[in-house]
């Protein structure tokens, strides 16, 4: 294990979020077998005391989690230089078998973790809690997930071995030599991707833009936002990269949140998973709008959602293009 701030405070991170959410998700499970809001029994009045607790606690948990995501790939960014090979985080993160998969669960947890926010949010605007089983259920099949990517977590920063000698970026993501996901991705046409990137966007904006004036299509928003998020994944590390590098041949998407290129990727990250985190919670409270405790609640909610994911998605197409627009790269 390499002791370094940053990798103790990711793990660190990582425990409390862990030991936060199995204990959430045990007396979660208490209160969805047992809850009966018509019930004036002793145990309904614990369980209710109980759920303020859990709530709260989750609420600044998932939020720790989110955050971790970032922490994670800033880590891995710091730490690159102690391993030989490496040029950014994508070297740091092959140093062993655990970086990358961390990586995946980190991205799958935050999006779980965003909408049990959103759902949560959703439920404490009710006088009845009516969301409070789904939400628990929820939080059920999000904790496993959790402790996976502790799990990964730890096995990656104990495993760091400052003596292996990893890959650079220019491997892993290299257009030429089609190994592994990277690379295939890299090797997609440019120009192509781009336009598909642009025309996922537009569907996305046209759609969510109904969605907020007319109440009507947020499956369709929801759905089109979520495919917009993993296009714009793979056009980042196609096309984009190469107009913010300016190199035909450099594809990462770790190397943009450098200092060189004025951390922009962290600014395209956080835009980007706010919009796809605020476009597939349209689809996880449309089913609610009926609830009589919640009909006066939800459809502002949802308005203030697809209103975030749009602004989001905007101003992510709108840097892009703006790199773009002055980038000395012609493709």
């Not at 980007?272 to 089913?287: E, H, I, K, M, N």
Request: aromatic share 14%.
């Amino acid at each position: 294990m390499i002791m370094h701030p940053a990798v103790i405070a990711n793990i660190i991170a990582a425990l409390t979020v862990s030991l936060m959410v199995v204990y959430s998700a045990y007396y979660g499970m208490q209160i969805y077998r047992h809850w009966n809001i018509e019930s004036g029994s002793e145990l309904q009045l614990t369980l209710e005391r109980r759920t303020y607790l859990v709530s709260t606690l989750l609420s600044y948990t998932f939020g720790l989690q989110l955050i971790s995501l970032f922490l994670y790939v800033f880590t891995a960014d710091t730490l690159y230089p102690l391993f030989v090979g490496a040029m950014c985080a994508a070297g740091a993160l092959s140093v062993n078998a655990f970086g990358y998969p961390t990586l995946i669960l980190k991205v799958g947890n935050f999006l779980l973790a965003g909408l049990w926010l959103i759902l949560n949010h959703a439920d404490n605007q009710a006088y009845d809690y009516p969301l409070i089983r789904k939400k628990y259920l929820l939080l059920a099949v999000i904790a496993p997930f959790i402790v996976a990517e502790t799990i990964l977590e730890l096995a990656y920063f104990l495993k760091l071995d400052a003596n292996v000698i990893t890959s650079c970026c220019g491997s892993l993501f290299s257009s030429e030599r089609v190994e592994g996901l990277g690379s295939e991705i890299a090797a997609l046409p440019a120009l192509p991707t781009l336009w598909a990137f642009y025309i996922s966007i537009a569907a996305a904006l046209l759609s969510g833009i109904y969605f907020y004036l007319r109440g009507k299509g947020g499956y369709v928003y929801s759905a089109l936002a979520v495919v917009a998020f993993f296009v714009s994944i793979v056009a980042i590390i196609s096309c984009i990269s190469l107009y913010i590098y300016e190199l035909p041949t450099h594809h990462c998407p770790f190397c943009i949140i450098m200092e060189e290129y004025n951390y922009i990727g962290y600014l395209l990250y956080i835009l980007l998973f706010s919009a796809v985190v605020a476009g597939a919670g349209v689809a996880v409270l449309v089913p609610f709008r009926g609830i009589a405790s919640l009909r006066s609640a939800i459809p502002s909610l949802l308005r203030r959602l697809a209103l975030t994911s749009i602004v989001s998605y905007t101003a992510f197409a709108s840097v892009v293009t703006y790199r773009i627009a002055i980038s000395n790269l012609i493709m």
